[in-house]
């Protein structure tokens, strides 16, 4: 842990200093002195967050935790990291009572830039579920952004080091309705409030920041804007406008999505042609087996509905036709023996389980159809709008039929729970929670007509997980948004274009790209 060095009057001196006056005469500083104005503000607040540290806290329970524990830099190739972790209430809204997690974030920026007076960004993942990104080196969108900015990666609650729920931690709480009511503390509601806990801790005078939410980052970010706007510089959102329909809207998003899926699996065998015999062969082999499917290496079991789930990957992001058409190659075991029995080969059965990735983050299928959900239950929508297409998403009659089989998409389907073994344990809270009527709301319409935050979006006309048609439904309600539709990239856009694409969104707002 940082330790404080200098005389207690100092200290003291620098927390009561009036940073209202030093805002004021910012603007009539030189760049030398500005420059030097900034690194006294940061460690100014280096030293509030130690003395904070240094004061000890105690939990419901009485147990002893800090608010803001920050460590000490460190470097990967062209960055500067830092890790903050912070204890946040489980429960916003019943502060004193609630139990503590953690939050884990990462302050990034630009090696050379260390003492530079830049503005604040928070990067929001995708999801729901999966943690930021790990920095390896400066690419990609990271080093486009740092150019500019300080970057946060925040880790979501309940993922990444952000307290998370894996399918071991999860089963500390033995009860199914305990675990899901626990579990409805873990939206875009409860991230936000997370988000603006930290904004005022580590931004110098607690100043707005801009936001970069991709996919399901980017429902977040509409949640911060309906709620929280105050802490918004600016937003960028890629590939992420959710529906804000009062009730459920996860019916409306399946039935929408539904004929993109078809359109992509089309897409898909007319590339690879030869691939439509050989998933056919795979869907047969399954059906006929015993108990319907094979086991897999983790203990569940691949079944024809399972196999249609890899589509969640390969059909909507960038190489995703070539990552499945070359999974499917090596779909079979060689005959070594003559009369050896046919076999699914064990590189694939692996392969198909790194896909799905439950095992890591389980929180993706637990809690998907609840992002869509305000006052109304989700009632398994996925499940339901796929039975009004079960004649062209049958696989087994399908391949009986002579007929392509059509993968799936971004859907969560109840008998998952019996089928990944990851999941098993939580199919009781999974239910619990698509029977929850009861969920507070996720957006404020009023909020979003009335909209002062600028905002630019990145909207992929063929994205099969976020609907074209239902995104510029949304945008329309959102005052002041600026959209950028294009087809050149897919919804993994801000991964596959490096800079690109968050420097076309910044230029919309910084007055680079024209209104028309």
């Not at 904004?199 to 970010?221: I, K, M």
């Not at 909207?459 to 239902?470: A, G, I, R």
């Given at each position: 842990?940082?330790?404080?060095?200098?005389?207690?009057?100092?200290?003291?001196?620098?927390?009561?200093?009036?940073?209202?006056?030093?805002?004021?005469?910012?603007?009539?500083?030189?760049?030398?002195?500005?420059?030097r104005l900034h690194r006294f503000r940061l460690r100014r607040t280096s030293i509030r967050a130690l003395v904070t540290m240094s004061v000890p806290k105690s939990d419901s329970t009485g147990q002893s935790m800090t608010e803001h524990v920050a460590g000490n830099w460190y470097s990967v190739p062209g960055l500067r990291l830092r890790d903050h972790r912070f204890m946040v209430p489980l429960d916003y809204k019943n502060r004193e009572a609630s139990s503590k997690i953690s939050i884990f974030a990462r302050e990034i920026v630009a090696v050379g830039r260390e003492e530079q007076p830049m503005p604040y960004l928070l990067y929001l993942q995708g999801g729901p579920g999966f943690e930021c990104p790990r920095p390896t080196e400066a690419s990609g969108w990271i080093l486009k952004a740092c150019?500019?900015?300080?970057?946060?990666?925040?880790?979501?609650?309940?993922?990444?080091?952000?307290?998370?729920?894996?399918?071991?931690?999860?089963?500390?709480?033995?009860?199914?309705?305990?675990?899901?009511?626990?579990?409805?503390?873990?939206?875009?509601?409860s991230i936000?409030?997370?988000?603006?806990?930290?904004?005022?801790?580590?931004?110098?005078?607690?100043?707005?920041?801009?936001?970069?939410?991709?996919?399901?980052?980017?429902?977040?970010?509409?949640?911060?804007?309906?709620?929280?706007?105050?802490?918004?510089?600016?937003?960028?959102?890629t590939g992420g406008i959710p529906p804000i329909g009062d009730g459920c809207t996860a019916d409306s998003v399946y039935r929408a999505c539904f004929e993109q899926i078809i359109h992509q699996n089309e897409k898909y065998y007319k590339r690879f042609p030869q691939d439509i015999e050989i998933v056919r062969d795979v869907v047969t082999f399954l059906a006929e087996s015993e108990a319907g499917g094979v086991p897999l290496p983790s203990g569940g079991i691949l079944t024809p509905r399972g196999l249609q789930f890899l589509g969640l990957s390969g059909l909507g992001s960038s190489a995703g036709f070539e990552r499945l058409h070359y999974m499917f190659e090596r779909a079979w075991d060689p005959i070594l023996v003559p009369g050896a029995p046919k076999q699914i080969s064990s590189y694939f059965l692996n392969t198909y389980e790194n896909w799905v990735s439950f095992d890591t983050n389980p929180l993706y299928a637990i809690l998907h159809e609840s992002i869509y959900c305000q006052g109304a239950s989700s009632r398994w929508s996925a499940h339901r709008v796929r039975a009004d297409h079960e004649s062209k998403f049958n696989a087994i009659k399908a391949a009986k039929e002579g007929r392509p089989v059509l993968f799936t998409g971004e859907m969560i389907f109840p008998w998952m729970f019996d089928e990944v073994k990851a999941l098993r344990p939580f199919k009781e809270a999974t239910q619990l929670l698509a029977e929850?009527?009861?969920?507070?709301?996720?957006?404020?319409?009023?909020?979003?007509?009335?909209?002062?935050?600028?905002?630019?979006?990145?909207?992929?006309?063929?994205?099969?997980?976020?609907?074209?048609?239902?995104?510029?439904?949304t945008a329309s309600q959102i005052a002041g948004i600026r959209l950028w539709i294009t087809n050149e990239y897919m919804h993994s856009g801000l991964r596959d274009g490096g800079g690109q694409v968050f420097d076309h969104l910044m230029g919309m707002l910084n007055g680079k790209k024209p209104l028309f």
């Open positions: 842990m940082l330790k404080i060095h200098a005389p207690p009057i100092l200290i003291k001196a620098l927390l009561s200093f009036d940073l209202s006056f030093s805002s004021s005469i910012s603007a009539t500083l030189s760049p030398l002195q500005s420059a150019e500019e900015f300080w970057v946060v990666l925040m880790d979501q609650r309940g993922t990444g080091l952000s307290t998370p729920l894996t399918p071991s931690s999860m089963q500390q709480i033995k009860s199914a309705p305990k675990l899901a009511d626990y579990l409805t503390h873990f939206r875009a509601d936000v409030n997370d988000a603006e806990f930290i904004r005022v801790r580590l931004v110098p005078e607690a100043r707005p920041w801009s936001v970069l939410g991709q996919s399901y980052g980017g429902f977040c970010g509409v949640t911060y804007l309906s709620f929280a706007p105050q802490g918004l510089k600016q937003v960028l959102l929850k009527e009861d969920w507070p709301p996720l957006y404020d319409v009023t909020a979003l007509n009335n909209n002062k935050v600028p905002v630019a979006a990145a909207v992929y006309y063929e994205d099969m997980y976020v609907n074209f048609k239902l995104v510029k439904e």
